[in-house]
T-cell receptor, first 109, second 115 residues
Framework: RKEVEQDPGPFNVPEGATVAFNCTYS??????FFWYRQDCRKEPKLLMS???SGNEDGRFTAQLNRASQYISLLIRDSKLSDSATYLC??????????FGAGTRLFVKA | NAGVMQNPRHLVRRRGQEARLRCSPM?????VYWYRQLPEEGLKFMVY????????ESGMPKERFSAEFPKEGPSILRIQQVVRGDSAAYFC?????????????FGQGTRLTVV
């Protein structure tokens, strides 16, 4: 089993739709969690951290479920510019950052 | 404040040659991470370094690959005797402290093509 697993997609959604991605992790000792966004052939950039209490940033909501060992990202009112690959990131053992393979999202007009 | 700088952006090497990839972290950052991304795949951790120290190299292939982060100058990822399977994007990231405490910032990557 991979340490971090994501549905690779692609998710094809129309503009304005709500879309959700899940990511599961295998190490219960994982300490911190992030969602990164990677545009085609570009470097990953931090989208948001994921806190135990859940957090929201505009149209984006991230949640963590430690009991079930998954994190989620919800995007409301999708825009064309949201088209990208979304990477789930889990830190374990202090500094070994594990990236998921990413979920590809295509938002269409 | 310049971000993480990687060079070259694109590198073409023939099989058997050496590839040297450079990464200058953001100012004030003393932690450097290298990742490899194969086409259509996710990022894979290779190595984590601090100045003059390799902290975790559990993701590095056992042969042909090495990394350093000297006291002065950029971090270097060195691949000896490259093979076609080494063709990938290599990303460097830096952070001011251990990455659990803060986000890591990525360079634009070096795309290595082995012909």
């Amino acid at each position: 089993r991979k340490e971090v697993e994501q549905d690779p997609g692609p998710f094809n959604v129309p503009e304005g739709a709500t879309v959700a991605f899940n990511c599961t992790y295998s190490n219960s000792a994982s300490q911190s969690f992030f969602w990164y966004r990677q545009d085609c052939r570009k470097e990953p950039k931090l989208l948001m951290s994921v806190y135990s209490s859940g957090n929201e940033d505009g149209r984006f909501t991230a949640q963590l479920n430690r009991a079930s060992q998954y994190i989620s990202l919800l995007i409301r009112d999708s825009k064309l510019s949201d088209s990208a690959t979304y990477l789930c990131v889990v830190n374990k053992e202090g500094f070994k950052t594990i990236f998921g393979a990413g979920t590809r999202l295509f938002v269409k007009a | 404040n310049a971000g993480v700088m990687q060079n070259p952006r694109h590198l073409v090497r023939r099989r058997g040659q050496e590839a040297r990839l450079r990464c200058s972290p953001m100012k004030g950052h003393s932690h450097v991470y290298w990742y490899r991304q194969l086409p259509e795949e996710g990022l894979k951790f290779m190595v984590y370094l601090q100045k003059e120290n390799i902290i975790d190299e559990s993701g590095m292939p056992k042969e042909r690959f090495s990394a350093e982060f000297p006291k002065e100058g950029p971090s270097i990822l060195r691949i000896q005797q490259v093979v076609r399977g080494d063709s990938a994007a290599y990303f460097c990231a830096s952070s001011p402290s251990r990455v659990t405490d803060t986000e890591a910032f990525f360079g634009q990557g070096t795309r290595l093509t082995v012909v």
